[in-house]
């Protein structure tokens, strides 16, 4: 995979760091992943991006609730019409999720362990769309998937206490599944890390990324210092106006 | 939050009219970091092409590829707390009751 550096295709001068990590997100995409190959991620990646010319998805959005349209979704990616409403409704519509729609998700025949996976393929594919774009570079051409076998390992200590889906707690990180946390300290480790934790892969691969393109964790508070070239209050205003943009409520 | 802890920090008060109106926020080049958030989401192509000439302008190519890290950042990580329902935590639902309030997140839900 390559040919496609970010500065390869940016006027600009763009940090090594990101480089490597923009890389390293899109080699993790096309990998074989815990519970789906990496044929089927890289076709979660298509839909992903077709979903905001999806006409399902316009009406819906445009509807006062996103539960009165029915309707089939537009999309070439050749997935089941059940994953392509997950990754559709979570790039197009995520503050209207329910847990009433994640559970038909779930009758409907994905395993709780499959549709995190998504969730963090999405969330990945658009990281690096949303950074292309912003960047005002193309979107980068699929890559060929690579091979192998999804690993199918779910951690046994995976218990669903906080959230619609099982999550591992710091102290439940057991040796036969890679860390989600990484080397962060349990009083670092947010909600938002314990997400997708039940497929440990999918976080250490967003939060890799996240490191580079926003801060690491040690640097969010640490305002005596700057890490970037814009500083901590001009990056957090950038935040939350996306973030009110995208009705956040985290 | 880290927008208030940020200003505590620098001694500024940094506000929330950049984020829900015209405002700047008070934060240095805070229109043009707004405007190219804005545009970076939900603008036309024209729209992100001026908000990023102006951005660049305003905080140099450096900054500017920063502030796209940052859009990128957060236009994701909604997703992943959205769709595993993961709660907000205690400790930052008490100390953002006003910011809360202000931007309108509890008549969401």
Redesign the interface.
């Known amino acids: 995979m390559s040919g496609e550096k970010l500065s390869d295709l940016a006027p600009f001068a763009i940090r090594a760091d990101l480089d490597r990590a923009y890389e390293r997100a899109w080699k993790h995409l096309a990998s074989p992943g815990t519970w789906w190959d990496g044929a089927h991620r890289l076709a979660m990646v298509r839909a992903c991006r077709e979903a905001p010319d999806c006409a399902l998805c316009r009406e819906r959005a445009a509807s006062l609730s996103p539960f009165a349209v029915e309707g089939v979704h537009d999309s070439t990616s050749g997935l089941p019409d059940n994953i392509v409403e997950v990754v559709h409704r979570i790039r197009t519509d995520s503050g209207r999720l329910t847990e009433s729609w994640f559970r038909r998700a779930i009758d409907g025949g994905l395993s709780e362990t499959e549709y995190v996976e998504i969730v963090g393929v999405v969330s990945v594919a658009t990281a690096l769309d949303t950074l292309a774009k912003a960047l005002g570079i193309p979107p980068r051409p699929l890559p060929e998937p690579l091979p192998g076998s999804p690993s199918r390992h779910r951690p046994a200590n995976a218990r669903r206490t906080l959230a619609w889906v099982a999550t591992l707690e710091p102290e439940d990180v057991a040796d036969d599944h890679p860390n989600p946390y990484g080397d962060k300290t349990p009083d670092l480790v947010a909600n938002i890390h314990r997400g997708m934790s039940v497929v440990p892969a999918e976080v250490a691969a967003f939060f890799e990324l996240d490191d580079v393109i926003y801060l690491p964790q040690f640097a969010l508070k640490d305002f005596a210092n700057e890490y970037r070239a814009i500083d901590h209050a001009q990056m957090e205003l950038v935040a939350a106006r996306v973030s009110l943009i995208n009705r956040c409520r985290y | 939050m ?2 208030r ?3 505590e ?2 001694g ?1 008060t ?1 506000t ?1 009219d ?3 109106g015209d405002g700047d ?1 008070g ?4 229109r043009q ?2 405007d ?3 545009a ?3 603008g036309t192509e024209i729209q ?2 001026r908000a ?1 000439e102006a951005l ?1 302008a305003a ?31 205690n400790f930052k639902l008490e100390r953002t009751v006003e910011e809360r309030a202000a ?1 309108g ?1 509890d008549d ?2």
């Open positions: 880290l927008l802890e940020s200003g920090h620098y500024e940094y929330l950049g984020v829900t926020g934060v240095p080049h805070g970091l707004l190219f958030a804005q970076a989401i939900g992100l092409r990023r660049i905080v140099g190519e450096e900054g500017f590829v920063d502030a796209a890290g940052v859009v990128a950042s957060f236009n994701a990580v909604v997703r992943i707390a959205d769709a595993t329902g993961i709660p907000v935590e931007l997140i969401w839900h």
